[in-house]
């Protein structure tokens, strides 16, 4: 198993440019999330989706969309980066039961 | 939601037990204490979680206090490769979703 990957690993955009990311995870898993982080600190949930179809607001989801395109894959998109949008993006997933997430390696995007 | 308080950073010698705390004292009754860490720039990782009991896997001892308002991660013996941000996270419980806040974390440094 793959668990979750992540693509791409970096990202250069110039301000007003935009952008998917992409995730998928192979662990047949309900819940899927994204996150930034932003140096020197902790994760910020972006938005996430409890089951397929369904995607709702975290903490910070102000500039972002998402789609749950089906129960592996969910995307992140950024219609018109700013530089404040630069930072590392993980995706991850959760099952039912002991529900700890799984993380995906991140994506570095910079804004420039 | 309940908070978590954590020290910043701490250091620990190679081959020595790392025991590093955490606060929780507002945690309600039905929700559980996980445990994350973070190796520099990659994605988190799950190690452990508990209710009330003290809980052991192959990574690290978990011990709650009776009164639930703290809790302990205990590595038994740290090597090098245990230098990360180590992150003490109440769940949230919710009916549709397993939503996590990470904190600051405690950045652990392990010495030769």
């Known amino acids: 198993n793959a668990g979750v990957t992540q693509t791409p690993k970096f990202q250069v955009l110039k301000t007003g440019q935009s952008m998917t990311l992409q995730c998928a995870q192979d662990?047949?898993?309900?819940?899927m999330y994204w996150y930034r982080q932003d140096p020197g600190m902790g994760l910020r949930l972006i938005y996430y989706?409890?089951?397929?179809?369904?995607?709702d607001k975290g903490e910070v989801p102000n500039g972002y969309n998402v789609s749950r395109l089906n129960k592996r894959e969910f995307s992140l998109r950024l219609e018109s980066a700013a530089p404040s949008q630069t930072s590392v993006y993980f995706c991850?997933?959760?099952?039912?039961?002991?529900?700890?997430?799984?993380f995906g390696p991140g994506t570095r995007l910079t804004v420039l | 939601d309940a908070k978590t308080t954590q020290p910043p950073s701490m250091d620990c010698a190679e081959g020595r037990a790392a025991n590093l705390p955490c606060n929780h004292s507002?945690?309600?009754?039905?929700?559980?204490v996980y445990w994350y860490r973070q190796i520099h720039s990659q994605g988190p990782q799950y190690i452990i979680h508990?209710?009330?009991n003290n809980e052991t896997n192959e990574m690290a001892s978990l011990i709650i206090t009776e009164d639930r308002k703290s809790s302990t991660l205990i590595l038994p013996h740290a090597t090098l490769r245990d230098t990360a941000v180590y992150y003490c996270?109440?769940?949230?419980?919710?009916?549709?979703?397993?939503?996590?806040?990470f904190g600051p974390g405690t950045s652990l440094s392990v010495i030769p």
């Open positions: 991850a997933s959760s099952g039912t039961g002991r529900n700890e997430q799984f």
């Open positions: 996270i109440v769940r949230v419980p919710s009916t549709s979703y397993d939503k996590v806040i």
């Open positions: 507002t945690i309600s009754g039905n929700e559980y």
């Open positions: 989706s409890a089951s397929e179809g369904t995607t």
């Open positions: 662990m047949n898993h309900n819940s």
């Open positions: 508990g209710l009330k």
